[in-house]
C-alpha cells in the first residue's frame, strides 16, 4: 500500500493528456486548531458485491470499471413469501435488482467462540462487523489480544432492522439469542465483548450518512483522550423485500438496479450490501509506535439539513456548511484538495444539488484548465446506505496512498442540470495518475448524506514522509522472501495460503516483498 511519490495539494491537469493531473498550492493554507490533531488510518477492511473481499481487490475493481450489480439471490427472500399469504404478489412487483454479496450465510462461528446455536440467531450485521474488524485489525498490523482490557472504541453505522423483523415477529418461534443477536448495538458490542475492549461502544443510525458519523465520532473519541484506538465503519444487509417495496414506491430506487452518479440517465439508485471498517489513531502515536499510517484524518463534521421542501429533499447550503466546518477543523484550504468522493446517489435532484455544494466549495476560484476530480464508488458496488460513507472512505484512502484515481463507471452522459464548465470540477473518466508538487501531500475529501437530512463531510490527506507507509524501499527483492502466515487452526492455514498466493499472482505481484 505504500506510495513513495511525495504529494499535493489541489488539481491542475499536467498536460493536456487528461490520464495525469497535478494539483493546485496555496502557501497562505489556514492552520489548523490545536482542539483538532491529526488521527491516522492504520488500517481498513472492506466487503461489498463482486467478491472484493480486500481493499486491494475493490481497487483492482475501480480500475477495471467492473460493476457488481445483479438479481436478488435465489432463497433471500422465500421467508417472506411463506410469512404472508399477500406476500407474494407485492414482492413479485419490486425492483428484484442490487449489489449483492455471495455466500451471505457463510460464517465461522467457531473461530469467535460462538455456538452455531447462537450464530444462527444473529443478525448477518453482526457476524460481517465481526469479520470486518478482525480484518481491519490485522490490515493494521495489531494483534487483537493486546487490546484486551483497553479503552479502545467502536463505532458502527447500521440503518437496518430487516433480520429482527425476520426472527421476532414470528412469535412462536422467538428463542432466547434472538434478543442480542437482533439489535443494532449488538454490532459494536460484540465486537467490544469479542475483543475485550473497554472504550465507548455505539450503534450509529444517521441512515446512509450513518458510517461517517461513526468515523467522526471515533475521531472524538480520540482527540478528547476517551481512547487511544477507535475501530470505526458500517455495515449493510439487504434480507428483507419490505425496503426494496417501499423505495421503489418512493421513486427512490433505480427501476435497473444500477447506479448512474453523475450521468444525465441518473433515474435513481440501487441498494448494495456490504461493509467497511477502519482503525483510527492519534497520529503522533502511530509515528512513534511505527505504524503503517495509510491515510490521515485531517478533519470531520456532523450538520443537518434543517427544515427543507421536505424532509427526503437535499440541502446544498448545508452540505456546503458541513464541508467548510471539516476544512476549517482541518486547517485546510480547499484548493489543497485534489479530489472528492461524492456521494452521488443518481437521483435526479441529489447529484445535481451536491454537485452545486461541492463546486461552490472546492470548484470556486480554481482555474478553468485545473478542476478539482470527483468521482463516486456507487456505480461499482451500490449505494452500501449505513455503510456507504464508510466504503467511500476506502476509496478515498486507496487513492491518497497510491497516487492514482479510478475511473467512473457506467458515464455515458454528463448531467446537463450541471454546468461543468464553471463547475470547477471534473468527473475522472479514465484512470488518472495524481502527480503533485514537491514536498505538499495529497488530499482528498468524502461526502455522506443521509435521506432524513444528517450531512457529513471528511478531509484526509497523504501519510506524512516519515511514516511507514511512505517510507522507501531502496532495493528490490532480489532473492528468496520468507512471508510467515498463522491461523488459530491447522486446518485454516491452507485457506490462508491460498489467499496470500493468490494476493501474490493478482493484486500484489507489483509489491516489493521486503516492504512488507
Not at 483510527?280 to 495509510?294: E, G, H, P, Q, Y
Request: hydrophobic letters at 40%.
Amino acid at each position: 500500500m505504500a506510495n513513495t511519490s511525495t504529494s499535493s495539494n489541489g488539481a491542475v491537469p499536467s498536460s493536456s493528456n487528461s490520464s495525469s493531473f497535478e494539483v493546485l498550492s496555496n502557501p497562505s493554507s489556514p492552520s489548523k486548531s490545536p482542539a483538532y490533531e491529526d488521527v491516522a488510518i492504520i488500517g481498513m477492511a472492506c466487503r461489498t458485491a463482486g467478491d472484493n473481499t480486500t481493499p486491494e481487490k475493490l481497487w483492482q475493481f475501480l480500475l477495471d470499471k467492473k460493476d457488481a450489480s445483479g438479481e436478488v439471490p435465489k432463497k433471500r427472500w422465500e421467508p417472506w413469501y411463506r410469512r404472508d399469504v399477500r406476500n407474494p404478489k407485492e414482492i413479485d412487483k419490486a425492483i428484484n435488482r442490487g449489489y449483492f454479496i455471495e455466500n451471505l450465510e457463510n460464517f465461522d462461528a467457531s473461530f469467535f467462540g460462538i455456538s452455531p446455536k447462537e450464530a444462527e440467531q444473529m443478525d448477518p450485521h453482526q457476524r460481517l462487523g465481526l469479520e470486518l474488524s478482525w480484518e481491519a485489525l490485522e490490515n493494521a498490523g495489531i494483534d487483537p489480544k493486546t487490546l484486551g482490557g483497553s479503552d479502545t472504541a467502536v463505532y458502527m453505522g447500521v440503518d437496518s432492522d430487516d433480520y429482527s423483523r425476520l426472527l421476532l415477529e414470528d412469535i412462536p418461534n422467538i428463542e432466547a439469542w434472538m434478543g442480542i443477536g437482533s439489535t443494532a448495538h449488538g454490532i459494536p458490542n460484540r465486537i467490544s465483548y469479542h475483543f475485550d475492549l473497554m472504550g465507548p461502544s455505539s450503534a450509529v443510525d444517521a441512515a446512509c450518512a450513518s458510517s461517517l458519523v461513526a468515523v467522526h465520532m471515533g475521531r472524538q473519541a480520540i482527540a478528547n483522550g476517551e481512547s487511544q484506538v477507535a475501530i470505526v465503519g458500517g455495515v449493510n444487509v439487504l434480507c428483507s423485500p419490505a425496503l426494496f417495496v417501499m423505495l421503489g414506491k418512493a421513486g427512490a430506487l433505480s427501476p435497473d438496479g444500477v447506479c448512474l452518479s453523475f450521468d444525465d440517465d441518473a433515474h435513481g439508485y440501487a441498494r448494495g450490501e456490504g461493509g467497511a471498517v477502519l482503525v483510527l489513531k492519534r497520529l503522533s502515536d502511530a509515528l512513534a509506535d511505527n505504524d503503517n499510517v495509510l491515510a490521515v484524518l485531517k478533519g470531520s463534521a456532523l450538520a443537518q439539513d434543517g427544515k427543507t421542501n421536505g424532509i427526503m429533499a437535499p440541502n446544498a447550503k448545508a452540505q456546503e456548511l458541513v464541508a467548510r466546518q471539516a476544512l476549517e477543523r482541518s486547517g485546510v484550504d480547499p484548493l489543497s484538495v485534489g479530489y472528492i468522493e461524492a456521494h452521488a446517489t443518481s437521483t435526479s435532484l441529489g447529484d445535481p444539488t451536491e454537485v452545486s455544494a461541492i463546486s461552490a466549495v472546492y470548484g470556486k476560484g480554481r482555474p478553468v484548465d485545473a478542476p478539482a476530480h470527483i468521482g463516486s464508488i456507487k456505480p461499482n458496488v451500490g449505494h452500501l446506505e449505513a455503510a456507504a460513507g464508510a466504503i467511500s472512505l476506502v476509496k478515498a484512502v486507496l487513492a491518497v496512498n497510491k497516487g492514482e484515481l479510478a475511473p467512473q463507471t457506467r458515464l455515458q452522459k454528463l448531467n446537463t442540470r450541471v454546468d461543468w464548465e464553471k463547475s470547477g470540477l471534473k468527473v475522472v473518466r479514465e484512470r488518472t495518475k495524481w502527480t503533485e508538487p514537491q514536498g505538499t501531500p495529497r488530499r482528498a475529501a468524502v461526502c455522506s448524506y443521509g435521506y432524513g437530512g444528517s450531512v457529513s463531510h471528511v478531509v484526509i490527506e497523504q501519510a506524512p514522509a516519515n511514516s511507514n507507509s511512505s517510507a522507501s524501499i531502496q532495493e528490490a527483492a532480489s532473492e528468496p522472501v520468507t512471508l510467515v502466515i498463522s491461523a488459530p487452526q491447522e486446518k485454516r492455514l491452507t485457506s490462508q495460503a491460498t489467499a496470500l498466493a493468490d494476493w501474490l499472482e493478482g493484486a500484489g505481484k507489483d509489491e516489493d516483498l521486503k516492504g512488507i
